[in-house]
């Protein structure tokens, strides 16, 4: 995760992509929802200001609000703060959930 998040203040800071949305894949969500069940955010080092409950998380309330603390950890790298970031929760596998997401992205971005 310290990778991700440090690879996306990387390409989000790059000055030749200033002007542009980016998309944000959170990728393989069924193995995040999985993982929290039995292991704290807080193990991260990065997230140890995660002040949601510990696990179990088991509902999907709890799910979503984890992904947004992980959302809101990517967006923060963000220094553009005119900029559009779509993120999107996803299963890779899914090709149907990424094929639909990619589209909102791209009607989004369009309008």
């Known amino acids: 995760m310290e990778e991700a998040i ?12 200033k002007g542009s949305a980016l998309i944000l894949f959170l990728n393989k969500s069924d193995l995040f ?16 200001d995660w002040e949601g409950p510990d696990p179990p998380l ?13 959302d809101a950890k990517f967006r923060d790298k963000n220094s553009f703060r005119e900029r559009q970031i779509y993120s999107h929760v996803t299963v890779a596998l899914d090709t149907d959930n990424v094929r639909g997401r990619s589209s909102e992205t791209a009607k989004a971005h369009e309008g």
Do not use: G, H, V, W
């Open 6 to 17: 440090e690879l996306f203040d990387d390409i989000s800071t790059t000055q030749f992509l």
């Open 33 to 48: 929802k999985k993982k929290i069940r039995t292991t704290s955010l807080k193990e991260c080092p990065i997230m140890t």
């Open 58 to 70: 088991e509902t999907e309330d709890q799910f979503i609000k984890a992904c947004n603390y992980i």
